[in-house]
């Protein structure tokens, strides 16, 4: 079955950074478009950034600024979220998310395929 699976979160202080990795398996990552959520606790599930299934196009949240990048490895099957300059508010599980010829969605309900998360939690 379609499986996704988040790595590389941990605890990290203001200013530093952390790759987020998620190894999909199941499904022909190459015809795939790939979105990296969050959710912070008592809040909602909010967009990180996203990449279209050709992996030409990016998108981000207004509140990355520059300071993440979304990246998609077909052969490895995988999609990376490089974080650097963390905040504090930057604090959440980070979820990834797959649909299949997605075009760089934003919205949570635009995805049909989930992982775990990945716990990201920065110190001040």
């Known amino acids: 079955q379609v499986q996704l699976v988040e790595s590389g979160g941990g605890l990290v202080q203001a200013g530093g950074s952390l790759r987020l990795s998620c190894a999909a398996s199941g499904l022909t990552f190459s015809t795939y478009g790939l979105g990296w959520f969050r959710q912070a606790p008592g809040k909602e599930r909010e967009f990180v950034a996203a990449?279209?299934?050709?992996?030409?196009?990016?998108y981000y949240a207004e509140f990355m600024m520059g300071r993440f990048t979304i990246s998609k490895d077909n052969a490895k099957n995988t999609v990376y979220l490089q974080m650097n300059s963390l905040k504090p508010e930057d604090t959440a599980i980070y979820y990834c998310?797959?649909?299949?010829?997605?075009?760089?969605?934003?919205?949570?309900?635009?995805?049909?395929?989930w992982g775990q998360g990945t716990q990201v939690t920065v110190s001040s």
């Open positions: 998310a797959a649909r299949r010829y997605g075009l760089g969605d934003s919205r949570v309900d635009k995805y049909d395929t």
């Open positions: 990449i279209a299934w050709g992996g030409r196009n990016t």
